[in-house]
């Protein structure tokens, strides 16, 4: 009876707080599964609404459809009708098996775009919000939370007198950086436009990836550091603003040199602060989009920082140029020099139907006409977290095996 | 005219990316603001939405309703009707002026709960997601990113051996602390039913709360240890599981010792991994609701571990008593022995309409007849974070003076 009382106290504690909460909807004796992952992987979406007109799901695993802009074809994201159960009031829709993957879903609800209240994993990319399923087998099991060694997350602050500002950057140390009392190598890697030093935890599952890779002997056990691309930005909106307006395009789209030229000073923290191999023979970086321009202008102009470059469905300067900017000119010449020292890898990876395709032509021309050696790989799809989970993948698996040579 | 071509191709990637997503509402050309803070404390809320038939918002702000239930009268967040402007499509709400306080909101578009798309700051509490909205103040100026030196947050995993898992922590250490070389006292600080280990950073905003105390001199810099209280669970379900059901009470509701008689496995970790202060002197644990319970029990279970012990509207055994479970057996005795060491401070506080008020009363007696010495705060308001963010100010500026004197 004692033990009853207790339980009952507690329990009472948990639903009054989700009384005064917004969402009802978690308690023992409704147990509606959304998403349901099935034996033959067809995933089974549910929704509880026996009032609603219309429930619709939208999703990254469903037939794409197709707008035509003046910018040429633009694949929007297809959506699938739920059927609604009138005994229950719960609506429902099953996939076709589904390869196994990280997918991202709403629900749209008379119209309305809604999270799935049933799948606490929810993942912000820029201004949306949406729900993440993982369906799974051997291709998506790095992106979820295994049982092996983990590395840490940090989230700390370094100073950039250039920008003038204190601001936020994530490091991940890998499992036993804490008592091991060694020295690693660093992999830098770049968000895309409207990203943030959150972007690649989030979206990327950073933390999951290179605790599966280093577990698996792929990759060498190495820092990752996560720095935020926007120079006018100290941290993401997200977490810095509680009542401020959502960062417009012209915040974001900032093309001045001024974060590439700032570069050293997140170098110069990171190896003031953690136990690196302080070198360019252990030094990596990498972006995706707007981070593999940055990239590219950065191990350009600091040739003797990195020795391992990645671009990942970079928006290089191809077609456009932008010379007429400080430090992005004389881009020949700088890329003379950095390919002149020969680094150990210099990376391009691009999607077949990414709209930076053609700007990637264009800037493989311009390595092509001057004999500079990079490695090109070219995958299915467009411009996406899935191919560039698994450019991380392959990339970080690339990187710091000459040190064992 | 080569600068304008580089903006139009980073502006495009991010107009892709947003089209592609789910909710395309950022933009720079049109700049609606919700909410917005205006010069009075007043906050106008707006949501663009031409086809809907009713706009309310709800939050902590507005009025409360009431609910009898057979438990008693509980108090229910209060709705606003938003008003539509025909011409724009855009329906908006602007409240009386507001006292400085974090607030917590959401939509009620048609009948379904919605995020504030035009709002990047989102809270989750067990399984809703809400949005924040800061109303600026003295009296709110701790939970903001202020311009003052920042710990860094680890999200970081120890070892536990009687719980049979690796399990997720999180650790705030103090500005400075990477490169002063000193050691730092610790406070261990416990979420209520239905939290994780994110709780006290994501609701708490302890990492904002702890930078500011500490830079203003009313705190020592102390390093914050945040354990998930849940002993099932090795990390944050919102964080863990990619395609699994919200866990159900019955998940969360273990109240069996096992939680709190593994709790020297997180002490020992802690102690190994960061430079510690490692005595009892330097060591304090505080608790809201659950965490309060908690509390109380390892705090007299291992007397000779804090010197300083916080209960925050602590779900107490007092009407109802726990004695049938081995770790919370005979708690008169542990208690005399607990308070037989004199601890540095003993902190009990809860506000006047928590439903777990009467609960503390009497456990408020069993210390009172055995004339066991603590401090009591008595407070406006419930069993809110809203109480819960102002306690720990007052509780963690009270630590470890002793060691100055």
Chains 1, 2 share one sequence.
Not at 282 to 303: C, D, N, V, W, Y
């Amino acid at each position: 009876m004692r033990r009853v009382s207790v339980f009952f106290v507690l329990a009472f504690v948990a639903s009054l707080e989700i009384m005064c909460g917004q969402e009802a909807l978690w308690s023992a004796s409704s147990r509606l599964l959304s998403p349901e992952i099935n034996s033959d992987n067809s995933v089974t979406f549910r929704y509880m609404a026996p009032e609603a007109k219309s429930v619709k799901v939208t999703g990254d695993f469903l037939p794409k459809s197709k707008l035509e802009t003046e910018h040429g074809v633009l694949e929007l994201p297809g959506f699938a009708e739920l059927v609604k159960d009138d005994a229950t009031g719960v609506w429902s829709f099953t996939t076709a098996p589904l390869m196994p993957e990280l997918y991202l879903y709403n629900f749209l609800v008379d119209g309305v775009y809604r999270l799935d209240p049933l799948n606490l994993a929810v993942t912000r990319d820029i201004a949306s919000f949406t729900n993440r399923l993982l369906v799974p087998g051997e291709e998506s099991d790095a992106y979820n939370v295994n049982k092996i060694p983990h590395g840490t997350v940090h989230k700390t602050w370094y100073d950039s007198p250039t920008l003038g500002m204190e601001r936020r950057i994530t490091v991940y140390t890998p499992a036993g950086y804490e008592t091991s009392g060694e020295s690693y190598p660093v992999l830098y890697l770049l968000h895309g436009m409207g990203g943030d030093e959150n972007a690649w935890l989030e979206n990327g599952r950073l933390a999951e990836i290179m605790d599966y890779i280093i577990n698996k002997g792929d990759a060498e056990p190495m820092i990752v550091v996560l720095p935020n691309g926007n120079p006018r930005m100290p941290m993401s909106p997200a977490d810095d603003r509680l009542h401020t307006p959502i960062p417009t395009t012209d915040e974001y789209r900032v093309a001045d040199g001024s974060y590439e030229a700032s570069f050293p000073e997140i170098v110069g923290y990171i190896d003031c602060t953690y136990r690196t191999v302080a070198d360019k023979m252990h030094r990596a970086i990498a972006g995706l989009s707007m981070g593999g321009f940055h990239t590219m202008q950065i191990s350009k102009e600091f040739p003797d920082m990195f020795d391992y470059v990645g671009l990942f469905s970079a928006a290089t300067p191809g077609r456009v140029r932008v010379d007429g900017i400080g430090l992005y000119s004389d881009l020949e010449l700088k890329l003379q020099k950095q390919f002149g020292a020969s680094p150990a890898l210099y990376w391009i990876a691009i999607g077949r139907d990414d709209f930076l395709y053609e700007n990637n032509v264009a800037y493989r021309a311009i390595l092509d006409s001057a004999r500079h050696c990079y490695e090109y790989v070219e995958s299915e799809g467009g411009h996406t977290w899935r191919n560039w989970r698994n450019y991380l993948k392959i990339f970080a698996s690339r990187l710091f095996k000459h040190v064992n040579l």
